[in-house]
């Protein structure tokens, strides 16, 4: 079946611009995550969405980074005023239910952002 | 906070070698333990889990156990194949918390060689 999609593959950008970034979670899936990997931080927790809430916003690096979830399914991050710092790749997870600490995560192929 | 180290690579073996990736975490409570793979130009994919002390995750010849005393979560394979050429991230999640987010290590690039 179809897995997590995201879009667009990559993105460059020039610093102070907006950009949004989708998430297409697995059907069915209610618990969402965003994360980022870059070269100096590793891979970091941004949001976790349940539903079309987010009870754990707690790794959105500033006020600039905001994320929505709509229908339970697809999800929008959006950094806004760009900074060469938000460079990195930008990956999408979703999983079953999100409880438990056992729910398998499954992640898209990420979206490249570039900020010049 | 929680946190996971991972050794360091990249690690560089020959077909048939022995591999092991040292993991160690810092959690409160009693996290669930996962190791992700990624492969050159894919997306992560998760490679095994263990929810429990003493739990033993295995796939693809891969395997972890779940130390608690230790707190440990160390990737052996008996036998490599130039196929397993990949960045490996091990990766606990805390069941008490909202969610099921994920704290990674840093990752370690294995290259094998034929």
């Known amino acids: 079946g179809a897995g997590v999609s995201q879009s667009p593959s990559n993105k460059v950008t020039e610093k102070g611009k907006d950009v949004e970034l989708r998430c297409d979670p697995i059907s069915g899936h209610t618990a969402l995550y965003w994360y980022r990997q870059s070269l100096g931080q590793g891979l970091e927790f941004l949001i976790y969405?349940?539903?079309?809430?987010?009870?754990?916003k707690s790794g959105l690096p500033s006020d600039r980074f905001s994320a929505e979830r709509t229908g339970g399914s697809v999800s929008t991050l959006t950094i806004q005023r760009t900074q060469q710092e938000d460079s990195a790749v930008y990956l999408c997870?979703?999983?079953?239910?999100?409880?438990?600490?056992?729910?398998?995560?499954?992640f898209g192929p990420g979206t490249r952002l570039t900020v010049l | 906070g929680n946190s996971v180290t991972q050794m360091e690579g990249p690690v560089t073996l020959s077909e048939e070698a022995f591999l092991t990736i040292n993991c160690t975490y810092t959690a409160t409570g009693y996290p669930s333990l996962f190791w992700y793979v990624q492969y050159p130009g894919e997306g992560l994919q998760l490679l095994l889990k263990a929810t429990k002390a003493d739990d033993k995750g295995s796939n693809k010849g891969f395997e972890a156990t779940y130390r608690k005393e230790t707190t440990s979560f160390h990737l052996e394979k008996g036998s490599v194949q130039v196929s397993d050429s990949a960045v490996y991230f091990c990766?606990?999640?805390?069941?008490?918390?909202?969610?099921?987010?994920?704290?990674f290590g840093g990752g370690t690039r294995v290259l094998v060689k034929p």
């Open positions: 997870a979703s999983s079953l239910s999100g409880g438990g600490g056992t729910d398998t995560q499954y």
């Open positions: 969405f349940q539903g079309n809430s987010a009870p754990d």
């Open positions: 990766a606990l999640s805390d069941p008490t918390a909202a969610g099921n987010k994920l704290t």
